[in-house]
């Protein structure tokens, strides 16, 4: 099988990667927003431990209320909401899962146990504040997920165009073909070989962008193709891809290009 078809197919496997990637962090987001609006819709009690409550008149303190079962209703909305979308081992459990994503803080205070197990409006503030900065950052990656399936995209595009139009330059075509017909092949392999070359350059251009944020910087993109393909043979697909495309497209410039001197 040539080595651009083999190219094509490894890259076509890359972007499936980017893609479940891509239905993981959106699900991830979802959980999110939908825990947040569990935060929002739960009441906070007042420092002497009764619900505020709105009247009229303003804000007021209405009935004591059993404080407890408000953090544990927070606990068991992010262990049935969020955990199952966030990467945390199963011996952290849900506490480390919170300490993971909202931090050590906001664990130990909707701890079930040693924990404060008072639901104030500043523990309910630093949950949200927390909620927010990982909304961000999932938004920030899906639109840097979405750059790199689009930069694949057209990577696979070009290779399958050289794929599709690569002169042959088997044993048969160089002793058949006259030097007119071998001359336009190997001109033809070059023009393909300088296409893939501007792809290759665009590709990198992409890994040197930056992803604009809502939190405190951007997101490089070469950044997240280590994070998706860091385990993986090739860390860098898309480059990997196109510089074999082009070393078959000189390879066969080369073998076109003895076969017109040796006649």
Known sequence: MPDVTVAVSDLTDARQHVRGE????????????QFRQTVVETDPVSAAGVEA???SSGWTAGATGTTGDRCRRIRSAFEEQVVPHVDVTV??????????ELSTEVAVALA??????????????????????????????????ARERSSLDDVIEALKRAD??????????????????????????????????????????????????DVKAGISHDTVVEYLFGDCDTTYPALDALLRGIRECRRRRDRLEDAVGAQ
């Open 53 to 55: 409550r709105p009247t």
């Open 164 to 213: 599709r139009s690569l002169p042959s330059a088997d044993d048969s075509t160089l002793l058949l073909a006259d030097d007119g017909e071998l001359w336009d092949r190997r001109t033809s392999a070059v023009n393909l070989a300088d296409e893939l070359e501007t792809a290759l350059r665009a590709r990198q251009s992409t890994l040197d962008a930056v992803t604009a944020a």
């Open 112 to 145: 079930a146990e040693g924990g404060g197990n008072r639901f104030t409006a500043p523990l309910r503030q630093a949950i949200l504040d927390h909620v927010s900065q990982r909304l961000a950052e999932s938004r920030v990656m899906l639109r840097a997920l």
């Open 22 to 33: 891509r239905r993981a962090t959106e699900r991830q987001h979802q959980a999110f927003e």
């Open 91 to 100: 011996s952290a459990g849900v506490r480390g899962a919170l300490a993971s």
